[in-house]
């Protein structure tokens, strides 16, 4: 960089793909197929903290790789892991998934 400081990612932007189980056989079907796109705080070098700071459903808005970008950029830089709490950005449609704070076990 010019003013000779290192740059460091702050937000990566990831599309997730959900699987919905009919709610009369519990099967899955792809007419009930979701996709999420999952904006994630980048660990930084003075906390080693990375997290989900949002969610985009990618079917429910009409740019929705543009409104990620726009969240990436405002709200993962400051994003606390720990202590916010991701937030769906933009509409939620049915076909998005509930949001998890844990690692399935």
Known sequence: MADGRKRYA???????FVENSDPD???SIEALEGEVLVIS???QPEDGLGCVAAYVDALANPDPNKLARKIAD????????GRDLPV?????GPKAADPGLHLPE
């Open 10 to 16: 702050v937000a990566a932007i990831l599309r997730y």
């Open 88 to 92: 769906y950005h933009g509409v939620r």
């Open 41 to 43: 705080r980048v660990a």
């Open 25 to 27: 056989t519990g099967v």
């Open 74 to 81: 405002e709200r993962a830089p400051s994003f606390i892991c």
